[in-house]
């Protein structure tokens, strides 16, 4: 995930997405290329008697196809963490479902816990980055940390 701050007056944004290094066009080109050859490879051993080898290659794209299409639908997920005067809104789109919370930003604190960053206050958390590196996720307490008093 890359994350990008955009700033516009006394708002400010810091959005994390995935880094998507294939363009949905690129996806399908890859998947077709990739079951042509194994139906071809697999239509070889046919052609010599192993007929066996053709229910497992489908499988083997079946599989492909579903881990592809999970890769889609997570492909638009993004984390947005907002300072808007004395709110934080933290919104999260996670496969097609958006969730918002919003905090008082005198309130919340941002706190390491393990590997994971959380936002808490009152009783709530968000945990923040959940799909970013450590190393990424430590540079993005350390931009958060610019906007709290903790």
């Not at 934080?88 to 309130?107: A, K, P, S, T, Y």
């Not at 816990?113 to 190393?135: C, F, I, T, Y």
Request: proline share 4%; glycine share 10%.
């Amino acid at each position: 995930m890359e994350g990008t701050q955009l700033a516009t007056g006394a708002k400010r944004t810091v959005l994390v997405r995935p880094n998507c290094s294939l363009s949905p066009l690129g996806r399908r080109c890859f998947l077709i290329l990739i079951a042509g050859v194994t139906f071809a490879v697999a239509a070889g051993f046919a052609w010599f008697g192993a007929w066996p080898v053709l229910p497992f290659a489908g499988l083997e794209i079946g599989v492909l196809v579903w881990a592809f299409r999970e890769v889609e639908r997570h492909a638009d997920d993004y984390e947005k963490i907002s300072f808007v005067g004395d709110r934080v809104l933290v919104e999260r789109r996670d496969g097609g479902c958006v969730i918002r919370h919003e905090f008082n930003r005198h309130w919340a604190r941002l706190q390491p816990d393990g590997g994971a960053l959380k936002l808490r206050s009152h009783g709530r958390e968000v945990e923040l980055g959940r799909r970013l590196a450590p190393e990424v996720r430590q540079n993005l307490l350390v931009e958060l940390r610019k906007h709290f008093n903790n």
